[in-house]
């Protein structure tokens, strides 16, 4: 539940469990199931079989399709869809599970709770709505003001329960995502408020997410070996995830999954402008920038959190190494990985930079052959998987939420609004709550501290 460790650094396992022999034993598993399989040696006995069981069916079963992440394929490619959760975007999919957890780790605890977060658009939906309504738990939710999308504001600030708090912080979500890591680091408020996690930075939320890579990879290599199919894939043989990619949490849980025994021969690291990720595969140089604004706002993040769990991986473990590349990063803006860093780098990533006007071209040109609707951040994450489409291995695109969810994209691509699905179509017109506040740490803790004491 803490997410951020005291000494300002991020959690990682001792060891990553090795599938690799049991790939055929996995292949029929639900998502459920497969769940459970993979997350046990991280929870080690630590919570009861019978409880995670009863903790993963409640999570998965407010899902609206039965594989909770299914594949189809999608003009030459696969795609993933993580979308089909309460909110409509691939963040449900931990995030369902998280908030069953800490209702659970709570109520054997008898204890309270001041969950802290950052969102560029979509994380903090999923987690106001796994966590509302919960016993023992305040949400505060920080995101840029005028940077979300309308519809994704209103999914945060219609939410009538009174545990839920929405705010909107003057700046880019790397000024909100800043002020949650230094409230998370002032161990004397952290300790006064008892702050717990939903962004990345938490574990939890790389755990639940490698299912879905595992579960991706057994859905493609069925359709491989499906009737009028060539059959060229076999259980075993590798194939592409491409990713599109803002904090780092999604991809680099396709790496956890790799390194768990998954055939994953390369993932597709792919950015919109904000492509400080991209050029550090490109050249080697990590360099903070301004955020731009795009229209796949979830990526417009410059400084991604999890970042730093692949800089310890890179490094051997070795967090001296990864100190010197972050306080270089904060004293110069940028540092510059030598070459046997780079090698590693080059062995993991394929990336790709896509702006907008290519996003707004692959939604249009994918819907004109297929009559399939990628929302913005998927189209920069399918355009990549395309210009990196290897002969005879399959490539999946990760599709992370609805299009309808990004109107004004559409809008371009097509000519025409997207159809609301219904959750979306009943925001309109609800009463909305919601401050805004400076990107100042100090009002930030007076506003939480005057909101959990009208709430005692």
């Given at each position: 539940?803490?997410g951020?460790?005291p000494?300002?650094?991020?959690?990682?396992p001792e060891s990553?469990p090795?599938?690799?022999?049991s790939?055929?034993g996995l292949?029929e598993?639900?998502f459920?199931e497969?769940f459970k399989?993979?997350?046990?040696?991280?929870i080690?006995?630590?919570?009861?079989?019978?409880?995670?069981?009863?903790?993963v069916?409640?999570?998965y079963?407010v899902?609206?399709h039965?594989?909770?992440?299914?594949v189809?394929?999608?003009?030459?490619?696969y795609?993933c869809?993580?979308?089909?959760?309460p909110?409509?975007a691939?963040?449900?999919?931990?995030?369902?599970?998280?908030?069953?957890?800490?209702?659970?780790?709570?109520g054997?605890?008898?204890?309270?709770?001041?969950?802290?977060g950052?969102?560029?658009g979509?994380?903090g939906?999923a987690?106001?709505?796994?966590?509302k309504?919960r016993k023992?738990?305040?949400?505060?939710?920080?995101?840029?003001?005028?940077?979300?999308?309308p519809i994704?504001?209103m999914?945060?600030?219609?939410?009538e329960?009174?545990?839920?708090?929405?705010?909107?912080?003057?700046?880019?979500?790397?000024?909100?995502?800043r002020?949650v890591?230094?409230?998370f680091?002032?161990?004397?408020f952290?300790?006064?408020?008892?702050?717990g996690?939903?962004?990345?930075?938490?574990?939890?939320?790389?755990m639940?997410q490698i299912t879905?890579?595992?579960?991706?990879?057994?859905r493609?290599?069925?359709?491989?070996q499906g009737?009028?199919?060539?059959?060229?894939?076999?259980?075993?043989?590798?194939?592409r995830?491409?990713?599109?990619?803002g904090n780092f949490?999604?991809v680099?849980a396709g790496?956890m999954?790799?390194g768990m025994g998954?055939?994953?021969?390369?993932?597709i690291?792919?950015?919109?402008a904000?492509a400080?990720?991209?050029d550090?595969?490109?050249?080697?140089?990590?360099r903070r920038?301004?955020?731009?604004?795009?229209l796949s706002p979830?990526m417009?993040?410059?400084?991604?959190s999890?970042?730093e769990?692949?800089l310890f991986?890179?490094?051997?473990?070795?967090?001296?190494?990864?100190?010197d590349?972050?306080?270089?990063?904060?004293?110069?803006?940028k540092?510059?990985?030598a070459?046997?860093?780079?090698?590693?780098v080059?062995q993991?990533?394929?990336?790709e930079r896509?702006d907008d006007?290519?996003?707004?071209?692959?939604i249009r040109s994918?819907?004109?052959?297929?009559g399939?609707?990628?929302d913005?951040?998927s189209?920069?994450?399918?355009?990549?998987g395309?210009?990196h489409?290897?002969?005879?291995?399959?490539?999946i695109?990760?599709?992370?939420?609805?299009?309808?969810k990004f109107?004004?994209a559409i809008r371009?691509a097509?000519g025409r609004?997207?159809e609301?699905?219904p959750?979306l179509?009943?925001?309109?017109?609800?009463?909305?709550?919601?401050q805004?506040?400076?990107g100042?740490p100090?009002?930030?803790r007076?506003?939480?501290?005057?909101?959990l004491?009208?709430?005692?």
């Amino acid at each position: 539940m803490t997410g951020l460790a005291p000494d300002g650094g991020l959690f990682l396992p001792e060891s990553l469990p090795d599938f690799s022999a049991s790939l055929e034993g996995l292949q029929e598993c639900s998502f459920q199931e497969l769940f459970k399989r993979l997350a046990a040696p991280f929870i080690d006995g630590s919570i009861p079989d019978v409880v995670l069981d009863s903790l993963v069916e409640r999570s998965y079963a407010v899902f609206d399709h039965p594989d909770v992440t299914p594949v189809l394929p999608v003009g030459g490619l696969y795609v993933c869809e993580l979308f089909h959760g309460p909110t409509l975007a691939f963040k449900d999919v931990a995030l369902q599970f998280l908030g069953n957890l800490f209702e659970h780790l709570l109520g054997q605890r008898e204890a309270r709770l001041t969950v802290l977060g950052a969102t560029s658009g979509d994380t903090g939906s999923a987690a106001i709505h796994a966590l509302k309504g919960r016993k023992g738990i305040e949400v505060f939710i920080l995101y840029p003001h005028g940077r979300v999308t309308p519809i994704q504001e209103m999914q945060m600030t219609t939410v009538e329960d009174a545990n839920i708090h929405p705010i909107a912080i003057e700046g880019t979500f790397d000024d909100a995502q800043r002020l949650v890591k230094e409230l998370f680091n002032d161990h004397a408020f952290n300790a006064e408020v008892s702050l717990g996690a939903v962004n990345s930075i938490n574990w939890v939320r790389v755990m639940a997410q490698i299912t879905y890579y595992f579960f991706a990879y057994f859905r493609v290599v069925e359709f491989q070996q499906g009737a009028g199919n060539d059959g060229k894939m076999r259980l075993g043989d590798p194939l592409r995830f491409s990713v599109p990619t803002g904090n780092f949490g999604h991809v680099y849980a396709g790496l956890m999954a790799r390194g768990m025994g998954l055939p994953v021969e390369k993932l597709i690291l792919a950015t919109n402008a904000n492509a400080i990720l991209h050029d550090l595969v490109a050249s080697g140089v990590y360099r903070r920038g301004e955020v731009r604004q795009t229209l796949s706002p979830s990526m417009d993040i410059q400084l991604a959190s999890n970042f730093e769990r692949y800089l310890f991986d890179l490094a051997g473990r070795d967090s001296g190494r990864v100190n010197d590349w972050l306080d270089e990063l904060s004293r110069k803006g940028k540092f510059t990985l030598a070459s046997q860093y780079r090698a590693k780098v080059e062995q993991d990533f394929i990336s790709e930079r896509v702006d907008d006007r290519e996003t707004v071209e692959t939604i249009r040109s994918v819907h004109a052959e297929s009559g399939y609707l990628l929302d913005p951040h998927s189209a920069v994450g399918f355009r990549a998987g395309e210009k990196h489409r290897r002969e005879g291995m399959p490539t999946i695109a990760m599709v992370t939420a609805h299009p309808a969810k990004f109107s004004d994209a559409i809008r371009q691509a097509i000519g025409r609004e997207p159809e609301l699905p219904p959750s979306l179509a009943r925001l309109a017109g609800l009463a909305e709550r919601k401050q805004v506040l400076p990107g100042n740490p100090d009002a930030l803790r007076k506003t939480i501290r005057e909101t959990l004491a009208a709430r005692s």
